[in-house]
């Protein structure tokens, strides 16, 4: 079946201007997970998402990061007001549900150039 | 310090030798535990759970030392195609993940 997609697969910004990122998350997984992880580094959690709860965000670096999840399943990741330390791949992984959380399917990535 | 630490090498692993590399956790109240593999260029992927007493997925085997707070990864009869990266995962409370820095691992002929 299909796996997690995310777009675009890449992007490259201008410091200071927003960008969206999409994740599309596995048919019926309620938990979806947003991560990114920079060159040569480990993945850093951002935010997750488990259903129709409110969204775990401790992860978000700032405020200019928001991610919305619409209708339990497609997420968009937005960074306003770019920075250069944004550069990074953002990865959305889905789980089955909060106790699969251990088996996470990782889609792609964006990677996200800010010039 | 990191919650995660790992060696992020590279470990350079003659074809057919064996290789084993350890990761360390600050929370001691971490409950469960995991590698991921993440190759070059790619999303990572669950490679195979930690438990307790130990555990061998084929060549893999995979340990937990709760009092030294460390995981370690074990591969024998190293194959080409297990040049990648490593991530230690640990899941603490809330439902969330914390991925090492990953150890590289390249097999060579």
């Known amino acids: 079946g299909a796996g997690v997609s995310q777009s675009p697969s890449n992007k490259v910004t201008e410091k200071g201007k927003d960008v969206e990122l999409r994740c599309d998350p596995i048919?019926?997984?309620?938990?979806l997970y947003w991560y990114r992880q920079s060159l040569g580094q480990g993945l850093e959690f951002l935010i997750y998402f488990q259903g129709n709860s409110a969204p775990d965000k401790s992860g978000l670096p700032s405020d200019r990061f928001s991610a919305e999840r619409t209708g339990g399943s497609v997420s968009t990741l937005t960074i306003q007001r770019t920075q250069q330390e944004d550069s990074a791949v953002y990865l959305c992984a889905s789980s089955l549900g909060w106790l699969e959380i251990y088996e996470q399917y990782f889609g792609p990535g964006t990677r996200l150039t800010v010039t | 310090r990191k919650e995660v630490e790992q060696d992020p090498g590279p470990f350079n692993v003659p074809e057919g030798a064996t290789v084993a590399f350890n990761c360390t956790y600050s929370n001691s109240a971490s409950q469960s535990f995991f590698w991921y593999r993440q190759d070059c260029r790619k999303e990572p992927k669950l490679l195979m759970s930690v438990y307790s007493s130990g555990n061998e997925d084929g060549r893999f085997t995979a340990q937990l030392n709760r009092a030294s707070q460390y995981i370690s990864l074990l591969i024998r009869d190293s194959k080409l195609s297990d040049s990648a990266t490593y991530l230690c995962?640990?899941?603490?409370?809330?439902?969330?993940?914390?991925f090492g820095g990953g150890t590289r691992v390249l097999v060579k002929p």
């Open positions: 048919s019926g997984h309620t938990a």
């Open positions: 995962v640990v899941e603490a409370a809330g439902n969330k993940l914390t």
